[in-house]
C-alpha cells in the first residue's frame, strides 16, 4: 500500500549531488500535474474550471442599490456567460488589428472587466501587462513605453493622467475605460468625458466582436501570457517575462501539494479578489481559482469596505498578506476589549486553550470554538476553510492566533514575481514560523554567502536561497543585464536569506536575513530594513513606511 501523508512526510530529504533539496514525496510519473493532460494556456486552465461548473457562479460584483446610495449584494456571471464575454474580448482586440503577441495594458483596480480583458486577451495569444493603478506618472509612462503597448484599459479614475500621458507613448492607439461595477451597463457610453479623449467605453470595445470572427490563434505552453513590471529597490521598474506553461506549472503544482494534505478545492469554493491583480500572488490565486471552477468575488477597491464585502460574498478561502491580518488581529481584540468582563475572560481563556493545541499540533477544542470562538469568526469570515499568507512572512503569534480564531489550516507560503508567486509553502498542520519546503517539481538550495556569514555547510544549513522550476521566469523583457544577474544555469538567485529547518527530515526552510538591501552600521552590524518596516507597520497609525540607513 501506499505509504500515507504522515510518513511520507518524514520520508528523507536527501540532498541532490547539486546540494539542492525538492519534494521528497513528489513523482511525477505517479502524480503528474492535472493528471497527465495539461492545458496548453492559461485560458485554456480557464475552461478548465467552466467544464466543472459551466452554470456555477464565475465572477461577482455589487451592483448599486437604486438609489445609488451603496452596493447591494453580489451578482454573479456564470461561467458560461463569462467564457462568452472572454471570446468576446478576443474577437474586439483582433478586430483593432492587436493580434498574437502584441501586448495591452491594464491600468485598474480589480473588477470583473479586468479578468475579462486578460483572459480574453490571452485566448487569442494576447500579452497583458498590469500596470499599479497607484504608479505615478513617470513610472506608468515608463511602462506603457518599455512594453510597446498599443491599447491600455484603463479604470475612470485614472483616466485623465493616462490621457496626458499619450502624447509621450507613441505606440499607444487605443484606449478603452473600464467600469469598476458593472460590466453590462451602458452608463459609460454617453459619458463626454471619455467621449471627448478619444476613448472608449467598455461596451463599445465589446461591440466590435459583433461582427468580427477570428478562430484562436495556436497558443503552445512557452508562448507569452504577462509581463509583471516589480519596482525593484532601485532603477526602472523590470518587465518580469512569464509564460503560459509558468502558470500552468504553479498551478498544478499546488494543486498536487493541497491534495496530497488531504485538501482538495471543489467549484464550491470562493475567493475575494481584493490584493491587486498587478501583484503575482493575486494572479496566482485566481487562476488557480478558476482553474477548479470555483468563483471570484471581486471587492469595491476600497480597504476601509473589506469587511463589508467579506460578510457580502464570505468566501472559503482567503489569501491575504501580513498587514491585512495583523488589522484583522487588531479588529478583533479591540471587539473583545469593549466587551464586558465575562466575554473578555471566556475568549482570553478560550483562546490561550486554542493556541496550546495549535503549537502542539493538536486538534483543536470543538468546545471553545462553539461556545466563543466560532461567534468571533462569524463576524469576518464565517465561511473560510484555508487561509494563505503571501507577500510577507507572517509572525508565529498572528500566525497562531488566525489558526484559533479561525479554526482552519493557515498556511505560510514564499515566493515573487518571478516565481508565479509561491512555490514554497507550509503544511496545513506545520508549526509557525517557517515558509515550509518546495511544492511538487520545485527544486532549492542555498548558496553560501561569505561576506555575511553564511555558509550551506553550517549546522543548520544556511545561505542566499536559490530555486528551480517549471514556473520560474525566462527573464526580463528587453532587460538581458538583469536576467544574466537573476537567472544562473536556470537557477533563479532570489536574494533572500534562507535556513533548512531540522525540525522534520522533510525540510523547511525559514527566511531569516536578505542578501539586497541591508545596511551596515558604524560598528560592523547588518540591518534588515524590512524586518524594521514590517514591525513598524504593525501600528495602526502607520499607513507606508521607509526605513532608511546613513
Same mark, same amino acid.
Given at each position: ?5 504522515? =510518513?511520507?512526510?518524514?520520508? #528523507? ?5 547539486? &546540494?539542492?533539496? @525538492?519534494? +521528497?514525496? $513528489? /513523482? ?84 470583473? =472587466?479586468?479578468?475579462?480583458? #486578460? ?5 487569442? &495569444?494576447?500579452? @497583458?501587462? +498590469?500596470? $499599479? /493603478? ?99 529597490? @532601485? ?316
Amino acid at each position: 500500500a501506499a505509504p500515507g501523508w504522515e =510518513s511520507l512526510l518524514k520520508m #528523507s530529504s536527501t540532498p541532490l549531488p547539486d &546540494g539542492s533539496r @525538492t519534494c +521528497p514525496w $513528489y /513523482d511525477p510519473d505517479r502524480l503528474p500535474f492535472f493528471n497527465g493532460s495539461p492545458p496548453q494556456s492559461v485560458y485554456q486552465m480557464f475552461l478548465r474550471g467552466h467544464t466543472k461548473n459551466p452554470t456555477g457562479h464565475c465572477i461577482g460584483y455589487r451592483q448599486l442599490q437604486p438609489d445609488a446610495s451603496q452596493r447591494g449584494d453580489y451578482v454573479y456571471k456564470t461561467y458560461q456567460e463569462t467564457k462568452l464575454l472572454c471570446e468576446q474580448v478576443g474577437h474586439a482586440l483582433r478586430s483593432l488589428s492587436i493580434n498574437k503577441g502584441d501586448k495591452v495594458g491594464i491600468y485598474s483596480r480589480n473588477n470583473p =472587466s479586468w479578468m475579462l480583458t #486578460s483572459y480574453g486577451a490571452a485566448s487569442q &495569444g494576447i500579452v @497583458t501587462v +498590469p500596470i $499599479y /493603478d497607484s504608479l505615478g506618472s513617470d513610472a506608468a509612462e515608463y511602462v506603457i513605453n518599455h512594453a510597446e503597448l498599443s491599447a491600455v484599459f484603463v479604470e475612470e479614475k485614472n483616466l485623465d493622467n493616462l490621457i496626458k500621458l499619450q502624447q509621450k507613448c507613441p505606440t499607444l492607439k487605443h484606449i478603452v475605460v473600464m467600469s469598476m461595477f458593472e460590466i453590462d451597463a451602458a452608463a459609460t457610453e454617453s459619458n463626454a468625458h471619455i467621449t471627448s479623449n478619444n476613448a472608449i467605453s467598455f461596451n463599445t470595445f465589446l461591440s466590435l466582436s459583433s461582427n468580427a470572427n477570428h478562430p484562436p490563434e495556436p497558443i503552445t505552453p512557452d508562448d507569452l501570457f504577462v509581463i509583471m513590471y516589480t519596482s525593484g529597490t @532601485t532603477g526602472a521598474p523590470k518587465g518580469v517575462m512569464l509564460k503560459h506553461k509558468a502558470f500552468i506549472d504553479s498551478v498544478g503544482s499546488a494543486e498536487i501539494f493541497f491534495q496530497r494534505h488531504g485538501f482538495t478545492f471543489t467549484s464550491q469554493d470562493s475567493i475575494m479578489s481584493y490584493l491587486p491583480l498587478a501583484h503575482i500572488f493575486a494572479q496566482q490565486c485566481d487562476a488557480f481559482m478558476y482553474s477548479v471552477g470555483g468563483s471570484v468575488s471581486f471587492s469595491q477597491g476600497d480597504p476601509k469596505l473589506i469587511n463589508d464585502d467579506l460578510m457580502a460574498c464570505k468566501p472559503t478561502v482567503f489569501p491575504g498578506v501580513p498587514r491585512v491580518f495583523a488589522r484583522f488581529e487588531e479588529k478583533i481584540q479591540q471587539s473583545i476589549g469593549k466587551s464586558n468582563p465575562v466575554v473578555q475572560l471566556l475568549f482570553n481563556f478560550a483562546l490561550w486553550r486554542q493556541s496550546i493545541n495549535v503549537e502542539s499540533l493538536q486538534n483543536p477544542s470543538d468546545f471553545w470554538n462553539a461556545l466563543i470562538l466560532s461567534k468571533v469568526k462569524a463576524q469576518i469570515l464565517p465561511n473560510v476553510r484555508l487561509v494563505i499568507n503571501g507577500s510577507a512572512p507572517l509572525s508565529p503569534k498572528t500566525n497562531d492566533f488566525l489558526k484559533a480564531i479561525f479554526n482552519c489550516p493557515v498556511v505560510q507560503g514564499f515566493g515573487c514575481t518571478e516565481t508565479v508567486g509561491g512555490l514554497l509553502c507550509s503544511g496545513l498542520r506545520s508549526k509557525s514560523g517557517s515558509v515550509g519546503g518546495p511544492l511538487p517539481g520545485v527544486y532549492a538550495k542555498l548558496v553560501d554567502v561569505p561576506e555575511m556569514g553564511y555558509v550551506s555547510s553550517a549546522c543548520p544549513p544556511q545561505g542566499e536561497l536559490w530555486l528551480k522550476a517549471g514556473c520560474i521566469t525566462h527573464g526580463y523583457y528587453r532587460n538581458e543585464e538583469a536576467t544574466r544577474d537573476a537567472l544562473i544555469d536556470g537557477w533563479l538567485a532570489t536574494g533572500d536569506i534562507a535556513q533548512w529547518n531540522d525540525d522534520t527530515d522533510f525540510g523547511s526552510l525559514t527566511i531569516i536575513d536578505r542578501k539586497k538591501n541591508l545596511f551596515k552600521l558604524s560598528h560592523g552590524e547588518y540591518v534588515s530594513p524590512e524586518r524594521l518596516e514590517l514591525e513598524y507597520a504593525k501600528c495602526g497609525l502607520v499607513s507606508q513606511i521607509w526605513v532608511y540607513g546613513n
